[in-house]
């Protein structure tokens, strides 16, 4: 996987992810970390991912891995936090974004720790709370990395 469009010309620093994990209140995964202070956010190659539903395999695609840089307004992290804040659990974590509104988020603490997770916006519920449309992705941010395509 490689970054076709960066949304930063600098990795996280670690005072950066410090902030956020005193922000969220828990640890970072290491390859997470990892990601961030090397790469990020931007805009994957290859980018297509599958995962498996309720109804049967379901597929999507990165339009954007989230950057921890200030300077960026519409593919932060920080942003898409405080945009889902009452929609998605607590300790889940917005890293990446498809084109169509559903977010990958990443698990700092809520059910399996450092498994990434699809929400999907369309099947959202808000009669059976923010859990429903949320489908398993990955065991860990590097094997999600290694499963696009």
Request: glycine share 6%.
């Amino acid at each position: 996987m490689t970054l076709v469009q960066r949304l930063s010309d600098r990795g996280a620093a670690d005072v950066t992810l410090n902030e956020l994990e005193a922000k969220i209140g828990s640890t970072l995964p290491a390859d997470y970390c990892r990601f961030m202070s090397e790469l990020n956010g931007g805009r994957p190659e290859p980018s297509g991912f599958q995962f498996q539903t309720s109804d049967g395999i379901s597929d999507s695609s990165i339009r954007y891995f989230l950057t921890l840089d200030e300077r960026e307004k519409r593919y932060s992290v920080h942003q898409f936090l405080d945009r889902y804040r009452d929609r998605i659990p607590e300790l889940m974590l917005p890293v990446a974004c498809d084109s169509f509104g559903n977010i990958v988020l990443l698990d700092v603490g809520a059910r399996s720790y450092g498994s990434l997770f699809f929400w999907d916006h369309e099947q959202e519920n808000a009669d059976e709370g923010t859990s429903s449309n949320i489908f398993v992705i990955a065991p860990s941010f590097t094997k999600f990395l290694e499963l696009l395509e």
